[in-house]
């Protein structure tokens, strides 16, 4: 078990001023509204999330009772519009990310996939009956719901799936294996991607349809606080209008993959930034050779950039929300953020963890915790060598993928 109380080098008394937590003013950038929905993010996690939060991560529970105080706070859909979802803008989107992934990546990562994958899915490419039927109760967190596109053999190359979904009368019947399936295990619905005669197709299936099992992926050493799962689709019946009727081939899951993905450019930052404040406050009251860990010069440095690299980060996100707003995001330009503020969140949270030395790699702090989280949050929604191919294409205009 972890510790009940702080150890007395947890410094959380310690203030942390205003250069050192928005070194060059970028609260300045957000309008009063931005702010406030961010403040109110920020508060759900200090008294919801960051009491809890170790003792969620070790047992490797997902808190399921939070999905509708998320919902609540209009955090569920909240960039879609209509059907009880909040109608808010992509940066305001993007820093309820980032102080969710400030509290863990796990809860950053439960509202990515119920909001920007599953719902994302049925806004964007359902029938009116498949958003009245599902939409409100996803936006409340009274239901829970995932997206199903990888499978074992096929991961970064969705193009592989081998799911397949075949028709018998007026009904479809699905047949395969997913895996890696966020929430599978405890959702209503998952929207499943399989082959059909006529190129992908999306499919919106009830868990409890017979023939659809899923199985949480376990014991895991990263995002413990949420659920994956495998999940076997075998021969599950539904009727004709359970196909996302708008949408055929890969651009379907991608729209959403994409709104993941930009949700992550924030999240990561958050993470960074709690791991950066939690070695800043350690290092000013750790005394080691007699002095605090902050007065040395090679702390200094390690605390001097990582706040460098947060504050580009917040830079990168917020010219990518502000693009997503004004409806000019590329997904290449995606791939920028999501690499670089992933790459750069990892690192920070690895290097805030040798500040503390021993206490560390306890769960007593955040930044280990952190870390390994990134590490799955470095491999899902496109790895970092998927989107340097991407990149790399944009550039080059030649594809490296094969
Ligand atoms: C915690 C977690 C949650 C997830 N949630 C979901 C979910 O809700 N729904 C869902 O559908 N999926 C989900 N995924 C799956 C995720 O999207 C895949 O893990 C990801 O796409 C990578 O696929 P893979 O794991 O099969 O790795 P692989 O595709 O096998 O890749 C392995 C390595 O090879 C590299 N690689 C692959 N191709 C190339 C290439 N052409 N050139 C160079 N290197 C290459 C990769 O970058 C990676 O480093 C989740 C995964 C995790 C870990």
Not at 166 to 173: E, T
Not at 305 to 330: F, N, P, Y
Not at 351 to 379: F, M
Request: net charge neutral; glycine share 10%; aromatic share 6%.
């Amino acid at each position: 078990m972890t510790t009940t109380a702080a150890p007395p080098t947890q410094g959380t008394e310690i203030e942390i001023g205003d250069r050192a937590r928005d070194y060059l003013s970028l609260d300045s950038l957000f309008s009063a509204e931005e702010l406030a929905l961010r403040d109110r993010v920020r508060e759900f996690v200090r008294r919801r999330i960051a009491p809890n939060i170790a003792r969620w991560y070790e047992e490797a529970v997902f808190p399921r009772e939070i999905t509708t105080e998320l919902g609540d706070l209009g955090l569920l859909g909240m960039h879609l519009k209509g059907h009880g979802c909040a109608g808010r803008s992509a940066v305001e989107y993007g820093l309820a990310a980032m102080e969710l992934e400030a509290g863990d990546s796990g809860l950053r990562t439960f509202v990515s996939v119920q909001g920007s994958l599953a719902m994302s899915a049925i806004a964007k490419h359902g029938s009116e009956e498949q958003k009245q039927q599902w939409l409100p109760g996803l936006a409340a967190g009274r239901q829970i719901g995932c997206f199903a596109l990888t499978e074992p053999t096929a991961g970064s190359d969705p193009g592989g799936i081998t799911t397949h979904a075949r028709k018998d009368g007026a009904d479809w019947v699905l047949t395969g294996i997913k895996r890696w399936i966020g929430l599978a295990s405890i959702a209503d619905v998952a929207v499943i991607w399989a082959r059909t005669d006529g190129g992908i197709r999306g499919f919106v299936v009830p868990t409890a349809t017979p023939g659809f099992t899923a199985t949480p992926i376990e014991p895991k050493l990263s995002m413990r606080a949420s659920v994956q799962c495998d999940v076997t689709l075998d021969n599950v019946r539904l009727p004709a209008d359970a196909v996302l009727p708008n949408v055929v081939g890969l651009k379907g899951p991608f729209a959403c993959l994409n709104e993941a993905r930009y949700g992550i450019i924030w999240g990561a930052m958050g993470a960074a930034r709690d791991s950066y404040e939690v070695a800043l406050r350690y290092s000013r009251q750790r005394l080691q050779f007699d002095q605090p860990l902050a007065g040395y010069q090679l702390t200094q440095r390690k605390l001097v950039d990582m706040v460098l690299e947060i504050q580009k980060g917040i830079l990168v996100a917020l010219q990518t929300g502000r693009l997503k707003d004004a409806g000019q995001l590329s997904p290449q330009q995606i791939s920028f953020g999501k690499l670089n503020n992933v790459r750069e969140a990892i690192a920070i949270c690895r290097e805030a963890r040798t500040i503390l030395g021993g206490n560390g790699i306890t769960l007593d702090y955040s930044p280990l915790r952190h870390a390994n989280n990134l590490e799955s949050v470095r491999t899902y929604e496109g790895t970092d060598e998927v989107h340097t191919l991407i990149m790399g294409q944009a550039i080059t205009g030649l594809a490296a993928f094969r």
